[in-house]
C-alpha cells in the first residue's frame, strides 16, 4: 500500500502534523499537537524528548499510521514494515513468547531462525513460556524481539524502558544500540529520559507543552550508543540550557 | 469425592422417601433402575434420547454460530449495537411456547420448525453474553494486531478468539441445559419421538417410573457431555493462565 514510497530505500520520514485534537470525556476538545514538523533521513535513530503528557504516544501512534484522525500528512520510511514498541508489552497472554514472535512475522515468509536475536536480548530459555509468567523485564524484551523479527525498516519505540531497573534498562539499551545498527532501520524512540535520548540517538527533537510542537532540534556527532558518561552528561547539560532557552522565547512571543 | 457421597445421598432419601409412601406415584430408585434396563434393552430408550440428542446438538449449533457473529458484531459496533438492541429485548422477552407455537404454525410440525424454534429460543442469550465479552476485548491488542499488520484470519485466531473464550464457555454452559429443556417442550407439542414426546405419553398413563427414568438419564448424558467436552475444552482454552510456579 506504500508502494509509492518505497520506491528509493533511502526514503526519509516525513510528519507533518497540522492539527489533531481529540475529545476529552467530557466532549470537550482538547488540541494535543499543532504545527509539528518532523524529517528524519533514513536508517537513523531520532528521539522525541518531551515532558510527560505533551502528546508524544499520540505522535507515535500517527507515525504507526494507527491514527488517521488528524490535520497533516505522514510519509513513513522503507515499504511500510513496521516493527512497534509500545510502553507496555502488549503480548498475547494465551501464546508462548515464541509463538507472540512469530506471529507478528509476515505470514507468506519462510520461518525465519530467530536464536540470534532471541540470544541478544537473553531470551533463549524463556521462549516456551506464556507472558504471563515472566517479569516486566523479560516482557519487555519479548516485546523488542518481536519487532526486530519483523526485520523492520521502519522501527517505533514508545518509551520502552520506563519503570524497569536501571541495570536492566542499560543492558537493554545496549542491546537496542546493537540492534538498530545491525540493521538498517529508521528508529523513532519516544522518551521523556535525556541522559537515554544522548546516548541513543543521532537526532534529537525536543517537544514543547501541549499543543505540542518541535521546540528545536539538533544532530549529535556519531557515534552513538557508545558515548561515554562524561559526554552524555555534558551534551544533556547543554540541551538543557538550549531548552529553557527555547521556552523562554517561545513564551514571550 | 464429596460431590459422589452427595449424590449417593440424594439417591438415599428418594429410597427412603419411596419407601415410606408406597405409592405409585413416587417410585423408588429399583422400580425406575427396572424400567431403564427393561427400556434399553428393548432399543427403546437409545432411541429417544438419540432423537432428542440430534435435536439438541442442531439447535445448540444454530444458535451458537449466529448468537456469536450477532454478539460480536453489536459488541464491536456502535451502530449495529443501537439499532439490533430493541429486537434483542423483543427476543430475550419472547416467551418461548410462543415461538415454539408460531414455528409450528408458519413451517409446520416438522424437524426444521423444531429445532429453529429451539435455536430461537437460545440465541439471545447467546448474543447478550457474546456482546459483553466483544465489549471487553482489550483496544491494545487491537492496535498491536494492526500495527503488525496481522492478517484477518490471524488476528480472529490469536487475538479475538482466545480473549473470547470464557465467554463462549459460559454460552454453551447455560446454553446446554436451555436447549435441552425447551427441546422437551418441542416434542412434547410436535414430535412422534424423542424424550418430550415419551413423558408426554407416560404423563397421560401416570406412568410416573417411565419419567424418571427418561429425565435421569438425559440428565446422566449432558453431565457427561459437560465433563468430557466442554470442561477439557475450557481448561485448554485457559491453560495460559498463570500457572503457580
Not at chain 1, 528508529?187 to 518541535?214: C, G, I, K
Not at chain 1, 549529535?220 to 544533556?236: D, E, F, H, M, N
Not at chain 2, 435455536?119 to 476485548?137: D, Q, S, T, Y
Request: include cysteine; charged fraction near 20%; proline fraction near 5%.
Amino acid at each position: 500500500m506504500n508502494d509509492a514510497q518505497s520506491a528509493g530505500d533511502a526514503a526519509p520520514l516525513e510528519l507533518r502534523i497540522d492539527a489533531k485534537t481529540y475529545l476529552s470525556a467530557d466532549g470537550t476538545p482538547v488540541e494535543v499537537v499543532r504545527g509539528l514538523r518532523l524529517r528524519l533521513e533514513a536508517g537513523a535513530f531520532g528521539a522525541l524528548i518531551g515532558p510527560s503528557g505533551c502528546g508524544k504516544t499520540t505522535i507515535l501512534r500517527i507515525a504507526a499510521g494507527l491514527d488517521r484522525d488528524f490535520r497533516g500528512e505522514s510519509k513513513t520510511p522503507g515499504s511500510g514494515r513496521l516493527g512497534m514498541v509500545f510502553q507496555e508489552p502488549r503480548l498475547l497472554p494465551w501464546r508462548t513468547v515464541e509463538q507472540n514472535i512469530r506471529l507478528a512475522m509476515p505470514l507468506h515468509e519462510t520461518p525465519v531462525d530467530l536464536t540470534g536475536l532471541v540470544e541478544t536480548l537473553g531470551l533463549g530459555s524463556h521462549l516456551a513460556r506464556y507472558p504471563g509468567e515472566l517479569s516486566l523485564g523479560l516482557a519487555r524484551r519479548a516485546a523488542i524481539a518481536r519487532a526486530f523479527a519483523v526485520r523492520p525498516d521502519f522501527l517505533l519505540l514508545d518509551e520502552p524502558f520506563v519503570s524497569l531497573d536501571e541495570a536492566v534498562a542499560d543492558r537493554l539499551r545496549s542491546e537496542l544500540v546493537a540492534l538498530t545498527s545491525r540493521a538498517k532501520v529508521t528508529t523513532l524512540f519516544v522518551t521523556h529520559d535525556l541522559a537515554e535520548a544522548v546516548q541513543l540517538a543521532d537526532r534529537l527533537f525536543f517537544l514543547s507543552d501541549r499543543p505540542t510542537y518541535v521546540l528545536f532540534e539538533t544532530s549529535l556527532p556519531p557515534p552513538r550508543g557508545s558515548r561515554s558518561k562524561q559526554t552524555v552528561a555534558s551534551i544533556s547539560d547543554e540541551m538543557r540550557a538550549r531548552t529553557a532557552q527555547a521556552r523562554a522565547e517561545a513564551q514571550g512571543k | 469425592m464429596q460431590r459422589i457421597y452427595s449424590l449417593a445421598a440424594l439417591i438415599a432419601v428418594w429410597a427412603v422417601a419411596a419407601a415410606l409412601i408406597h405409592s405409585r406415584l413416587l417410585p423408588g430408585p429399583l422400580t425406575v433402575g427396572t424400567v431403564f434396563l427393561a427400556d434399553t434393552r428393548s432399543g427403546e430408550l437409545p432411541y429417544q434420547m438419540a432423537c432428542t440428542l440430534a435435536r439438541v446438538a442442531g439447535s445448540f449449533a444454530f444458535a451458537m454460530v449466529f448468537g456469536v457473529i450477532a454478539g460480536y458484531a453489536m459488541g464491536r459496533l456502535k451502530t449495529v449495537d443501537r439499532y439490533a438492541d430493541a429486537w434483542l429485548i423483543v427476543l430475550i422477552n419472547m416467551p418461548a411456547l410462543v415461538t415454539i407455537i408460531f414455528a409450528y404454525v408458519w413451517i409446520g410440525l416438522n424437524e426444521t420448525a423444531a429445532i429453529l424454534a429451539v435455536a430461537i429460543n437460545k440465541l439471545p442469550n447467546v448474543i447478550v453474553v457474546m456482546r459483553e465479552g466483544a465489549r471487553a476485548l482489550d483496544p491494545e491488542l487491537d492496535e498491536m494486531a494492526e500495527a503488525f499488520r496481522f492478517s484477518w484470519p490471524t488476528r480472529i485466531r490469536h487475538v479475538v478468539v482466545p480473549q473470547l473464550a470464557p465467554y463462549l464457555a459460559a454460552s454453551s454452559r447455560s446454553g446446554l441445559s436451555i436447549v435441552w429443556k425447551i427441546v422437551l417442550v418441542v416434542e412434547l407439542i410436535g414430535r412422534p419421538n424423542g424424550v418430550g414426546f415419551v413423558l408426554g405419553s407416560a404423563f397421560s398413563l401416570f406412568d410416573m417410573a417411565r419419567i424418571l427414568s427418561y429425565a435421569i438419564s438425559f440428565i446422566v448424558l449432558m453431565l457427561l457431555v459437560e465433563s468430557l467436552l466442554v470442561q477439557p475444552l475450557e481448561r485448554r482454552a485457559i491453560r495460559w493462565r498463570r500457572r503457580p510456579a
